[in-house]
């Protein structure tokens, strides 16, 4: 089954203790993205990636790093969680270049204490 | 400076009429508009799109219809079902993909 899987899909974690969501598709998709949603702001980006070793910042991107060595995998990256990260987060990934018709996750619900 | 605006946060309808959801929009580079449909706790699932060029896009139940001239792009659904009930995002394209902050649509018995 075509698939992005993200884990975990909850996670509670304290300030400044490093963390990382993972994000795999299966689907040879060339580009892949990460948002975080949050009551109010609706899907906000915060990094992207057109192909591997290539990422660029989403609108925001402050507190998160990504990497992506291989096609299907592209994990963001908390160095230092604040509580402001606190968020549900979705990893998508697409065929098209410029992201048309995104395969979304299930989501990581993330609360930092 | 929020370049998609669904200013109706939510919007209820009786099932079995016709469910519009409205999209406002500033960025003029835009070339394709997207609808996503969002059920609680899953991730939003592709629903219909429409190139910058087209005015109407049919597909069943959904048709969105565009007018360029005042920005602005809207969902029908007819006719609403329960399964409808959902968080409906507006999106625009141009180098990215930019979203709305959602319209929560409830489908009355």
């Known amino acids: 089954e075509a698939q992005v899987t993200q884990n975990p899909r909850y996670l509670i974690t304290v300030t400044g203790k490093k963390l990382t969501v993972t994000c795999s598709q299966n689907m040879n998709h060339e580009y892949m993205s990460w948002y975080r949603q949050d009551p109010g702001l609706g899907l906000r980006q915060i990094y992207y990636s057109m192909n591997v070793e290539v990422t660029d910042k989403g609108d925001v991107p402050e507190g998160y790093k990504v990497s992506r060595k291989e096609k299907r995998n592209f994990p963001l990256i908390l160095e230092s969680p604040s509580p402001n990260q606190t968020s549900l987060y979705f990893c998508a990934s697409s065929s098209d270049k410029n992201f048309y018709g995104y395969t979304f996750g299930s989501g990581t619900r993330l609360t930092v204490v | 400076d929020q370049q998609v605006k669904q200013n109706s946060p939510s919007l209820s309808v009786q099932e079995g009429r016709i469910s519009i959801l409205n999209c406002d929009y500033t960025?003029?580079?835009?070339?394709?508009f997207l609808w996503y449909k969002k059920y609680p706790a899953e991730g939003p699932t592709f629903l219909i799109s429409?190139?910058?060029?087209?005015d109407k896009n049919e597909d069943g139940r959904f048709t969105v219809f565009l007018n360029k001239s005042a920005k602005h792009l809207s969902l029908h659904i007819v006719p609403s079902q329960p399964g409808d009930s959902a968080v409906y995002f507006c999106?625009?394209?141009?180098?990215?993909?930019?979203f709305g902050k959602g319209t929560r649509l409830h489908i009355l018995p």
């Open positions: 999106a625009g394209r141009d180098d990215k993909i930019i």
């Open positions: 429409i190139s910058s060029i087209k």
């Open positions: 960025n003029s580079m835009f070339d394709y």
